[in-house]
């Protein structure tokens, strides 16, 4: 799984619009909406209801989306914290 599909979840499901989200992530909304069937058939479960131009996190997505936030999360921290870090040894020489 790439971490790319991922943010293009959280977008989703934040702005609870493919096309929003797509904006946002500056792919095309048929991309978008691809890449998410693709990560519900890979999880083996429904990340969204769909309907018409809104969808709604099912129970599942709900779930999924409080672990991917903190994940995520993490992970942008952690970089940071690598850069900082390196920052200050370059200083230090």
Known sequence: ???????????????RNFTKAA????????????????????????????????VELTESGEQFYQSISCLLEEYEASIQRLHNSKEQNERKE
Request: hydrophobic share 40%.
């Open 1 to 15: 799984m790439k971490i790319e599909k991922l943010y293009y979840f959280l977008s989703v499901a934040k702005h």
């Open 23 to 54: 904006q946002e992530c500056h792919i095309a909304q048929p991309a978008i909406s691809k890449q998410m069937l693709s990560l519900e058939k890979e999880l083996g479960f429904q990340l969204f209801e769909r309907k018409n131009r809104r």
